[in-house]
C-alpha cells in the first residue's frame, strides 16, 4: 500500500472543507465592519457608547455560534455521527451566508431592509458560527478517525492548512468585491452583502461532497455496525491492518468503561482543555485581529500595515506546511514546546521593544517569528493532539469540551487585547508592550505544561493511546 493511499486523500480533503469554512466564515465580517456600522447601526443615532457596543454585539455575534457549536459538538458527534454532524455544520454555513447577506427576506424587498433587521442578521451569523464550532471539532476528528498512524499526524495537520487558505480566500474576495463597487455607498449598501454571500459556494461545495464520503469506522464500532466499520476500513488500510484495527476497536470498546466524560479520569480532561487555552493565550488572535493596528502603532500607514499583514498570512501559510511536514517525522511533544518557546521569546522581545519605544525592523521581525513559531506548532498540532488523545469512547465528549473552552479563550483574548492596549497606566508604564510581556510569560508557561503533561500521541493508534490512558487511572 502507497503511503497516501488516494481514498484516504478524497476523505480528508472533503473533512478538510470543514476547516475551510471554519476560516472562511471567522474572517469575512473583517471586510464588512465599516459597511454593517454604516447599514445597521449609524441610522439608529445612538450614544457613542451604545453605538459601538451595538457593533461589537454585531461583529462578536458569530463567536457565540462558536461556543454553542463546540458545546454541542460531543453529542451531535457521539449521537448523530462525525458524518451527519458535518453535514449539519454545512448546512448552517450555507443558511448564514444566505441569510447575512439578505437578513430581510422575505419581509422587506433586498436591499431595503436597514437597521431595523439587525438581530436577524446577528441570528444568521449565529448560525454560522454554530457551524464553524462543529466543524472544528467535527473536522479533525473525522480525519483522526480514518487515518493510519503513521500518517495521522500529517492528515489532521491539513486542516488548519484549509483554516488558513479559507481566511486568506476572504480576504482577497473581500477585498476584489470592494474594488468592484463604484463608490463608498455601493459597498455600504450592497457590497457587504456579496461578501457574506460568496460563503454559499464553498458551503455548498462542502455538502455535495460530504454525501459521497462514508462515516468513520470508529463511530460506525461504536454503534455495534461492524461489518460496515470493516468495509469502510478495508478501503483505508491493508486487510491484515484492518484485522488488527476491528480487534482493537473491539477491545477498547468491551473494555469496562461507561462513556462518561469522566471515565478516564480527570487529568486526560484537564489536559485537553489546557491545551485549547494555551493555544489561545499565546495571543495568536490579538496578532491576527489586530495585525493592521500593531502594524500602524510600530509607524506604518494603513496600505503598508494592510500589505504586511497579508505578508503574515503567507508567513502562517509557509510554516504550517512545515508542521505538516514535520509533525509525523519529529512528533507532537518537540514541536509545540520549540513553538511555544520561540512564540515566547517573540513576544518578550515584541513587548521589550514597545517598552523602549523603538518598534522598528525588531518588532516586525518579532511579529513575523512569532507567527511563524505558532504555524508550525500550537496551530497545527494542538488540533492532532486533541484529535488523537482522547479515548474512542469519550472521544466527542472531550473534544467538544476541549473546543467549547477554546471558543471561550479566544473571546477573553480578543476581549481584553484592546482592553489592555488602550488602559491608560500600563501604556505610560508600557507603551502598548504589556500584552505582549503577558503573552511571552504564557508561551513558557505552555511549553512547560507540555514538556511535564502531554503525552507523545506519534506513532500510536488510537487504541494504544486509550491503553495508556486506561493504565494511568489504575495507579
Not at 35 to 46: A, C, E, G, Q, R
Not at 148 to 163: C, Y
Not at 450 to 466: A, C, D, I, N, S
Amino acid at each position: 500500500m502507497s503511503r497516501l493511499n488516494p481514498y484516504i486523500v478524497l476523505l480528508t480533503l472533503t473533512a478538510t472543507f470543514g476547516g475551510l469554512l471554519f476560516g472562511y466564515d471567522t474572517a469575512v465580517i473583517s471586510g464588512a465592519v465599516d459597511s454593517l456600522k454604516v447599514y445597521f447601526v449609524d441610522p439608529s443615532h445612538l450614544s457613542d457608547a451604545a453605538a459601538s457596543s451595538r457593533l461589537g454585539v454585531v461583529v462578536s455575534s458569530a463567536l457565540i455560534g462558536c461556543i454553542i457549536g463546540g458545546m454541542i459538538g460531543g453529542l451531535v458527534s457521539t449521537y448523530i455521527g462525525r458524518k451527519k454532524g458535518l453535514i449539519i455544520a454545512g448546512f448552517l454555513f450555507l443558511i448564514s451566508a444566505l441569510g447575512a447577506a439578505a437578513p430581510e427576506f422575505p419581509f422587506a424587498p433586498i436591499g431595503h431592509g436597514g437597521p431595523g433587521y439587525i438581530w436577524y442578521f446577528v441570528f444568521y451569523r449565529i448560525l454560522g458560527g454554530i457551524g464553524v464550532g462543529l466543524a472544528s471539532m467535527i473536522s479533525p476528528m473525522y480525519i483522526a478517525e480514518i487515518a493510519p498512524a503513521r500518517i495521522r499526524g500529517n492528515l489532521v495537520a491539513w486542516n488548519q492548512i484549509a483554516i488558513v487558505s479559507g481566511m486568506l480566500i476572504i480576504y482577497f474576495v473581500n477585498y476584489s468585491i470592494a474594488k468592484a463597487g463604484d463608490s463608498e455607498t455601493w459597498l455600504n449598501t450592497i457590497g457587504w452583502r456579496y461578501m457574506f454571500l460568496s460563503g454559499a459556494i464553498p458551503a455548498a461545495i462542502f455538502l455535495l461532497l460530504l454525501f459521497l464520503v462514508p462515516e468513520t469506522p470508529r463511530f460506525l464500532m461504536l454503534k455495534g455496525r461492524e461489518t460496515e466499520a470493516k468495509k469502510v476500513l478495508s478501503k483505508l488500510v491493508t486487510a491484515e491492518e484492518c484485522e488488527q484495527e476491528i480487534s482493537d476497536i473491539r477491545a477498547s470498546l468491551a473494555e469496562n468503561h461507561s462513556g462518561r466524560l469522566f471515565s478516564f479520569g480527570l487529568l486526560i480532561i484537564f489536559i485537553g482543555v489546557m491545551l485549547s487555552v494555551f493555544q489561545q493565550f499565546i495571543g495568536i488572535n490579538a496578532v491576527l485581529y489586530y495585525a493592521p493596528d500593531i502594524f500602524k502603532g510600530m509607524g506604518m500607514n494603513t496600505n503598508t500595515s494592510l500589505l504586511t499583514t497579508i505578508m503574515v498570512g503567507a508567513v502562517n501559510m509557509v510554516f504550517t506546511i512545515i508542521a505538516i511536514l514535520t509533525v509525523d517525522k519529529y512528533g507532537r511533544k518537540p514541536l509545540q514546546i520549540i513553538g511555544a518557546l520561540v512564540m515566547a521569546a517573540s513576544m518578550i522581545t515584541l513587548g521589550v521593544d514597545f517598552m523602549m519605544q523603538d518598534k522598528g525592523v525588531i518588532a516586525l521581525i518579532s511579529m513575523v517569528a512569532f507567527i511563524a513559531g505558532f504555524a508550525v506548532s500550537w496551530g497545527p498540532v494542538t488540533w492532532v493532539l486533541l484529535s488523537e488523545m482522547f479515548p474512542n469512547q469519550i472521544r466527542g465528549k472531550a473534544m467538544a469540551v476541549a473546543v467549547a473552552a477554546q471558543w471561550i479563550a479566544n473571546y477573553l483574548v480578543s476581549w481584553s487585547f484592546p482592553v489592555m492596549n488602550q488602559n491608560r497606566v500600563l501604556v505610560q508604564y508600557f507603551h502598548h508592550g504589556f500584552a505582549y510581556l503577558l503573552y511571552g510569560g504564557m508561551g513558557i508557561v505552555a511549553a512547560i505544561f507540555v514538556w511535564k503533561l502531554v503525552p507523545e500521541t506519534k506513532g500510536r493508534t488510537l487504541e494504544q493511546m486509550e491503553k495508556l490512558w486506561t493504565k494511568s487511572t489504575k495507579h
